[in-house]
């Protein structure tokens, strides 16, 4: 959990960070998660969470930070993770006592102790059922923006009702990870926010509203236990006393709707309308600012966070800066200075040769295996080693742009 505090000038005033393995042993997370025995679902304990915040807030009170100079406040959430408040909550939620820290206040409050996070993969079945009750995958990425995917929060809220009938029963409130953020520091349920949403296979992303079709797949009763999503920028109203009582915030500082990690880091890194993001690391991912998407089979489309009547894409390549890794460690001696001379020494477009190189199982397009060809497209079996660096970069560069075109991002002239 990481706090910032900036001031009008956008000059960086606090910075501080709680982390959930080292500083909240007792939970014994590894990564921040639990991946359970069979490999495929993977949770965080949701008050793990709770304290992680009354841990960072009483650092900064220690610390001597003035809260009462806080004009307004807004977060960011890991997306797809889902929060489950149980009946009555919202009363403790709203009546939390500021002589208490938060977490022993709720801790009676979710039924389902440990959220499934976007790491999860344990809901194949509940994608494919959704799937066919949407008339098929590409319709249903025509409506949310992306087919169903196994981290998505529709599919998630499937396999508990399915599974826990009576656990979904007792549940008043379904959250985001966002929202959930966002619900502690207003003292009652904060809405979901429409880019955060837009993760859920859930969403029609057009209208701006739950897709009645989705939901009835899903679970029943499940709109009233989601709420009405808001626009990603809404002032969601004052803090709750609990933290002027505690902290010394002021009664008048705003809380804006959260949104998740993704749509944050498009506003944060202030993309406009023909820009492109490209995050290198282990996996890669790209990220732009799109007028008039055109949901695919691969990619997401979500809702724009700082734009409500624009778009923004999301595609994710799983052979990121480990493929790239390989290859410099095959073809360049380990060395990256190595490797920038053997791609400075051969020409942009490589003199026709082009490969594709995909270590383990791609997202993007789903493919595996090391594919090259020369000027003459015939399938060749190697390069030379500074053909074969180049080639890997262009290859994967390449493909963002092919893929992020088929999402309707047109490059500028």
């Keep these: 959990l990481k706090v910032i505090a900036i001031d009008e000038q956008l000059r960086v005033i606090y910075e501080d960070n709680v982390h959930f393995d080292k500083d909240l042993p007792e939970f014994k997370t590894q990564g921040g998660v639990y991946i359970h025995s069979d490999r495929l679902t993977v949770t965080s304990p949701v008050l793990m969470w709770v304290k992680a915040l009354d841990m960072i807030l009483e650092k900064m009170k220690s610390s001597g930070f003035d809260f009462s100079q806080v004009r307004a406040l807004s977060g960011a959430g890991q997306q797809h993770g889902s929060v489950y408040w149980k009946k009555g909550s919202i009363q403790i939620l709203k009546n939390a006592s500021s002589e208490l820290p938060l ?28 799937e066919k009750a949407m008339g098929g995958a590409q319709h249903l990425a025509r409506v949310t923006g992306s087919r169903a995917y196994e981290r998505f929060t529709g599919n998630q809220i499937a396999k508990i009702y399915s599974q826990n009938p009576e656990v979904y029963k007792q549940t008043e409130r379904i959250s985001l990870v966002s929202s959930f953020a966002a619900s502690l520091f207003l003292g009652t349920y904060a809405p979901i926010d429409y880019s955060d949403g ?9 209208e701006k509203a739950w897709s009645k079709s989705c939901l009835d797949a899903c679970a029943p009763g499940l709109e009233e236990r989601l709420g009405c999503p808001v626009p990603s920028h809404s002032v969601l109203g004052p803090i709750s006393p609990y933290y002027s009582q505690r902290y010394g915030f002021s009664p008048d500082c705003k809380v804006v709707a959260f949104t998740g990690d993704n749509p944050a880091s498009l506003a944060g890194m202030r993309l406009q309308e023909g820009d492109i993001a490209i995050s290198l690391g ?12 055109t949901p695919a089979l691969e990619g997401h489309i979500l809702c724009n966070p700082v734009d409500s009547q624009t778009y923004m894409a999301l595609l994710c390549f799983k052979n990121g800066s480990l493929m790239r890794e390989k290859i410099r460690d095959d073809c360049a001696s380990g060395s990256w200075d190595e490797f920038s001379k053997a791609l ?6 490589n003199s026709g040769n082009l490969g594709f190189y995909f270590d383990v199982m791609e997202i993007t397009p789903e493919a595996v295996g090391v594919h090259r060809f020369n000027r003459d497209n015939q399938k060749v079996s190697r390069f030379p080693k500074e053909v074969e660096i180049r080639a890997l970069i262009e290859g994967q560069f390449m493909a963002k742009r092919i893929h992020a075109e088929k999402l309707g991002y047109k490059v500028c002239k």
């Design 103 to 130: 977490h022993q206040s709720l801790k009676g409050c979710f039924s389902v102790s440990d959220s499934p996070i976007w790491m999860d993969s344990s809901t194949s079945s509940q994608c494919r059922e959704l």
């Design 198 to 206: 837009s993760g859920m296979n859930l969403l029609q992303i057009w």
């Design 282 to 293: 282990t996996s890669d991912t790209l990220f732009l600012w799109i007028q008039e998407p």
């Design 344 to 349: 400075s020494s051969t020409v942009a477009g």
